[in-house]
């Protein structure tokens, strides 16, 4: 039995010497293939089989990489960049629509990360819910702090030759004023509050010939940290001769949410009532409020200020689109390669 089983062993030992370098000889390709992402590494710590397995699917996913970024980067990155776009142009016509949008992303998300099962798949249905997640509320953020604005003073009332001694009460709907001929800013009479934010409220009244040095106006112009504490206005086109509008400041209980009342654009109601009762005590006779004041933006043309709140809208559009494909990137990376060799060729450039 011995003897049969000696010749057995002969026979079969060059089948088994073949497949062993043939094993030695695929471990080493795939070492070759890894030396590219993992560096050079001392031989000692690939010399185990275990470390060549890792190299070998650290080869693997590198090879992947590519196909990965190209799988898995482009729709995200459309849906976030047209979320932005669709949230800005039509949330202040259709909200309901535009919630609805948004949330349909989100639901097919959910549902494709419960149904299928490859991984690709799987990692296409997360990036999709963060995009849409992302691009929502980056679209509201930058909606109600830039494009609600242009909105409102595009379908707001506009109204012409009013003069600064007038009630506001009878333009209670107005966007934009123009005011009448020989109207100004009063820039000698302006003050500067320090709010308790830490900036410097200015505001000056708008005049016009008929009224008295020590006469009540309703309207004033505003501005912040553009004057000193007394006098020396320059905000907006309040230098400018030419220069016969005002922006209303627009109540934020019209142009925002309840929730988001607080980042309403430009100061408070509190400070600007603060600085007109620092301005009456200053230089008019007397300190007995002559109804509604009204605050506004002292500008040559109204149009240039609507336009630039586009403009802002659209370079942080941009901004956070590439901040977006960035943190695409970094997610698809950690997704495909790991943490491990995310971090080690983080090192890498560090260093």
Known sequence: MVRVLAQVLRKQTPHIEAGLVHQAMDLEAREHEARPLLGNFDNNKLATVAS??????????????????????????????????????????????????????????????????????????????????????????????????????????????????????????????????????????????????????????????????????????????????????????????????????????DVLPPLLADISMGPSADDLQSAVKLQQAAYSRTTERQGKQTFVQYVADPLKVQVAYIDSAVVAGLICSVLFFMGLCFSVSLMVLGTKTVGSLLGRLVV
């Open 52 to 253: 060549k397995q890792e190299a070998y699917l650290a080869s693997v996913n590198a090879r992947n990489f590519g196909w990965h970024l190209l799988m898995l980067i482009p729709a995200p990155q459309i849906l976030f960049m047209g979320l932005l776009f669709f949230v800005n142009r039509f949330l202040y016509w259709h909200s309901l629509i535009v919630i609805f949008f948004a949330a349909s992303f989100v639901l097919v998300s959910l549902w494709a990360m419960q149904n299928y099962k490859q991984m690709w798949r799987q990692r296409l249905a997360k990036l999709t819910l963060m995009a849409a997640a992302c691009g929502l509320l980056t679209g509201c953020s930058i909606y109600y702090s830039c494009t609600i604005y242009y909105f409102h003073y595009k379908h707001a009332s506009t109204y012409a030759s009013v003069v600064p001694s007038q009630s506001a009460e009878s333009i209670l709907d107005a966007g934009i004023v123009s005011f009448a001929v020989g109207s100004m800013v009063d820039r000698s009479r302006s003050v500067g509050f320090q709010s308790s934010a830490g900036f410097l409220v200015c505001v000056a009244p708008i005049v016009d010939g008929s009224m008295s040095p020590g006469s009540l106006t309703n309207f004033y112009a505003y501005g912040i940290n553009c004057c000193s504490h007394r006098g020396n206005f320059n905000c907006d086109d309040a230098r400018n001769p030419s220069a016969h509008h005002g922006m209303l400041l627009p109540d934020p209980s």
